[in-house]
T-cell receptor, first 116, second 111 residues
Framework: GAVVSQHPSRVICKSGTSVKIECRSL??????MFWYRQFPKKSLMLMAT?????????EQGVEKDKFLINHASLTLSTLTVTSAHPEDSSFYIC????????????FGPGTRLTVT | SQKIEQNSEALNIQEGKTATLTCNYT??????LQWYRQDPGRGPVFLLL?????KEKRKERLKVTFDTTLKQSLFHITASQPADSATYLC??????????FGKGTRLSVIA
């Protein structure tokens, strides 16, 4: 299979604090990982593309200093929401591709972030 | 700009019937089209990928068509079951470009 895990599944934090979300590919090496955000009844919005060992590529309108992405190894990418505000509350989902010639994406179960 | 429309936000169907979901796109010429299933509060699950030079693809009770002239994909679930109830997302891309997702169609299969 191709299993992607995310941790934590749910997190509640206070305004102004930072939250780190981990995304791991458990049984394959992911050269590319993606971070999405999803609002209720809306589609997935791509935030950034993360390649192992290089800087993430952010989509237009996504603040790279606010959403820090690190892809330190072929099986781990992290998203840190810095100085979180209530409007950052959302469902964050990561996905991974097995290799550069493989186009299917395998998604994590998502992380529900609530900022109070 | 690229636009992907999944025409029905919600679709109700009787168990045993064939569910047909539609995905239309404009201002784009994707090389690949993918369908995913998403359950509430969960990440999407990959179902099928079809290439621009493929007219149809099947996997068990699922069938996908890709018409690049009409700029449309149809997703069929035959002999639908209540367990098929979920939101189905279509997504387009060209090679290594990121997936662009539609908003999804919420399918309810009624026993």
């Amino acid at each position: 299979g191709a299993v992607v895990s995310q941790h934590p599944s749910r997190v509640i934090c206070k305004s102004g604090t930072s939250v780190k979300i981990e995304c791991r590919s458990l049984d394959f090496q992911a050269t590319t990982m993606f971070w999405y955000r999803q609002f209720p009844k809306k589609s997935l919005m791509l935030m950034a593309t993360s390649n192992e060992g290089s800087k993430a590529t952010y989509e237009q309108g996504v603040e790279k200093d606010k959403f820090l992405i690190n892809h330190a190894s072929l099986t781990l990418s992290t998203l840190t929401v810095t100085s979180a505000h209530p409007e950052d509350s959302s469902f964050y989902i990561c996905s991974a591709r097995r290799g550069r010639s493989s186009y299917e994406q395998y998604f994590g179960p998502g992380t529900r972030l609530t900022v109070t | 700009s690229q636009k992907i429309e999944q025409n029905s936000e919600a679709l109700n169907i009787q168990e045993g019937k064939t569910a047909t979901l539609t995905c239309n796109y404009t201002n784009y010429s994707p090389a690949y089209l993918q369908w995913y299933r998403q359950d509430p509060g969960r990440g999407p699950v990959f179902l099928l990928l079809i290439r621009e030079n493929e007219k149809e693809k099947r996997k068990e009770r699922l069938k996908v068509t890709f018409d690049t002239t009409l700029k449309q994909s149809l997703f069929h679930i035959t002999a639908s079951q209540p367990a098929d109830s979920a939101t189905y997302l279509c997504a387009l891309h060209s090679g290594n470009t990121p997936l662009v997702f539609g908003k999804g169609t919420r399918l309810s299969v009624i026993a």
